[in-house]
C-alpha cells in the first residue's frame, strides 16, 4: 500500500520560507512522478510542481517558478518542496501526490491522473 505523508506546513509571513516533505512508503519510486498540488481556500486544486524520480526531471507551474524549488532524496524516499519569497495567495493545503508512471509533460499537472494522495497540509502565509 502506497503512502504518502506530508510535514512542514504552517504560518509564515510574507517575504518568508517554509519547506514542505512528503515521505514516500510501500512504493519502488524509481518509476514513479511524484507532484505537489494546492487547493487555496474555496478554489479548485491545483498543480504546483513535480518530479520524475527516474530521471529527476521537474515541472512548476508559473506561479511558483523562481521561488520554489521541488527535490528529491533518495536516501530518506523523500520529495521535498522549498518554498521561498511566499505570498498571502500562496496560502492553500498542500497535497503530495504519486503516480506509477514517468508521466508525460502534457498529463504531469492533472491531478486526476495522479493513483496516490496525502492527506494535505496547511500552509497559511499571512503577516
Known amino acids: 500500500q502506497v503512502q504518502l505523508v506530508e510535514s512542514g506546513g504552517g504560518l509564515v509571513q510574507p517575504g518568508g520560507s517554509l519547506r514542505l516533505s512528503c515521505v514516500v512508503s510501500g512504493a519502488t519510486v524509481e518509476y514513479y512522478t511524484i507532484g505537489w498540488f494546492r487547493q487555496p481556500p474555496g478554489q479548485e486544486r491545483e498543480f504546483v510542481a513535480a518530479v520524475r524520480w527516474r530521471d529527476g526531471s521537474t515541472y512548476y507551474d508559473d506561479s511558483v517558478k523562481g521561488r520554489f524549488t521541488i527535490s528529491r532524496d533518495a536516501a530518506e524516499l523523500m520529495v521535498n518542496l522549498q518554498m521561498s519569497n511566499l505570498k498571502p495567495e500562496d496560502t492553500a493545503v498542500y497535497y503530495c501526490?504519486?503516480?506509477?508512471?514517468?508521466?508525460?509533460?502534457?498529463?504531469?499537472?492533472?491531478?486526476?491522473?495522479?493513483?496516490?494522495w496525502g492527506r494535505g497540509i496547511q500552509v497559511t502565509v499571512s503577516s
Open positions: 501526490a504519486a503516480d506509477p508512471t514517468l508521466m508525460d509533460t502534457y498529463y504531469i499537472t492533472d491531478n486526476a491522473r495522479y493513483d496516490y
